[in-house]
């Protein structure tokens, strides 16, 4: 499978918190690390706005520190190692789990692999949102990824790997598998792919995915992205694919049993509507017949380096639609006004183009309001100079009828292991502390 892909195998999640004051500075605990974090029970709820209420000092603090793994052939590279210390609370009470997480950020990491102009090529490209490294293993240019978190629950008990794997229990890098282009099929390394799924048919993991930058982008957008892991079609389709079939999916997704499908295909899902990050992308013509170049396709105008286009902006006439582009990177806009990028140099990269970064970027995103199944997990991040503030709630028990959400109240709130993730200015290499346990105080 695509690095990209691959990177997201480990989406396990790491929560990282470290404990804040009220002026908002985020210091590291003092506590001594475990992998128990109790959950009290509470008469007051907190607001989950990213403050810290009074209240949160009932709640005991888990301290760890989630490090990015070497899983070999590369993957992590540039990253391997790397650690931020974090601590997380929590609290629940007769209908809700809290959950307050704080972890050291040197830096705020929310512009998403912005768009910018190469005055050489004359074409709009986008930055990478993962660190650039040449074969000595020197960056050649930095990442502009997404500072991002990540929990994994197990539903139901289902995954057996999962009670002492937890994230690792459904990580298949690498993976050997069978190649059945050739008769008869034979066994192969998987030098350079992987992803997430269950290893039962029946086994599903709920899957907790904090988006900061898109989380803090507007009020509207304040929600952890509610996603969860399945089979993928088994091994019938995942040997095949080398190991590499993709068992995430948004809630609301389910395989269509009324479309058929045969091996050597995956299961069909539905689809889910646009929401959540979308592209900001489009193909157009250079000077309208010339060859079909990648450009915005809408920007703001007179605003610095935006990190996302809001959904409301392009219906309000605060973002305009990119209509067309000259052959010398010129784009016309649907107001009937043109940015030209040659007359300035506020969309290139400056003079230091490993670490630098342009005077004006253009969103690479939509962030466009969660709906459904996807919106259980109210969010709010805020970032305070130093490090992150993340607040969030969910129900103990949804409404979901898909077996895509832990019930934390089934047999009498039993302990629940699961893992925390961190992402820091990556959309890929991520930290991860598996075998965590989460355990309600009765």
């Excluded at 918190?17 to 003092?30: A, W």
């Excluded at 005991?60 to 793994?69: C, D, G």
């Excluded at 540039?78 to 830096?107: H, K």
């Excluded at 660190?131 to 997404?146: A, L, Y």
Aim: aromatic share 12%; with cysteine.
């Amino acid at each position: 499978m695509k690095r990209n892909s691959i990177l997201g195998l480990f989406l396990f999640f790491t929560i990282f918190l470290v404990y804040c004051t009220k002026n908002d500075q985020v210091v590291t605990s003092s506590s001594t690390s475990t992998n128990v974090l109790n959950s009290v029970k509470t008469s007051t709820a907190p607001v989950i706005d990213g403050t810290i209420d009074a209240v949160w000092a009932n709640a005991t603090k888990l301290a760890f520190s989630p490090t990015v793994p070497d899983p070999g052939n590369g993957l992590f590279t540039g990253y391997n190692g790397e650690q931020y210390p974090t601590t997380l609370r929590s609290m629940y009470d007769d209908s809700c789990i809290y959950f307050l997480a704080e972890w050291v950020d040197a830096g705020k990491s929310t512009n998403v692999a912005p768009w910018y102009f190469n005055p050489t090529t004359k074409l709009w490209a986008a930055e990478p949102s993962s660190k650039s490294i040449d074969v000595n293993g020197n960056v050649t240019r930095v990442s502009f990824g997404e500072d991002k978190f990540a929990m994994l629950f197990n539903i139901d008990n289902s995954c057996q790997k999962f009670l002492t794997q937890t994230c690792y229990g459904s990580c298949h890098i690498f993976t050997p598998y069978m190649d059945y282009s050739v008769s008869p099929a034979v066994e192969k390394s998987n030098a350079g792919s992987g992803n997430h799924y269950t290893n039962g048919q029946f086994e599903k993991i709920d899957m907790w995915w904090g988006k900061l930058g898109y989380i803090a982008s507007d009020a509207s957008n304040g929600y952890m992205d509610d996603n969860y892991q399945d089979y993928a079609g088994g091994p019938a389709v995942t040997n095949l694919t080398g190991g590499s079939a993709n068992g995430r999916h948004v809630d609301g997704i389910y395989i269509d049993s009324a479309t058929t499908y045969k091996w050597p295909n995956g299961p069909h899902y539905n689809t889910s509507p646009n929401q959540g990050e979308v592209k900001n992308s489009q193909n157009l013509k250079l000077d309208g017949t010339g060859t079909s170049v990648a450009v915005p396709m809408w920007i703001y105008k007179g605003v610095a380096n935006a990190g996302f286009v809001l959904l409301a902006d392009t219906s309000n006439g605060k973002a305009v639609k990119v209509t067309g582009v000259a052959s010398t990177g010129v784009l016309t806009l649907s107001d009937g006004s043109t940015l030209d990028p040659t007359a300035t140099t506020d969309y290139q990269r400056p003079a230091d183009a490993v670490y630098g970064i342009e005077a004006k970027t253009l969103p690479s995103y939509f962030a466009q309001p969660l709906i459904g199944g996807r919106k259980d997990i109210p969010c709010s991040a805020v970032y305070t100079g130093s490090g992150w503030v993340v607040e969030y709630k969910r129900k103990l028990k949804t409404t979901d009828g898909l077996k895509q959400d832990v019930d934390f109240t089934a047999n009498n709130y039993q302990d629940q292991p699961f893992g925390f993730a961190i992402w820091n200015q990556s959309n890929n290499q991520h930290a991860i502390n598996p075998n965590l346990v989460l355990h309600f105080a009765k």
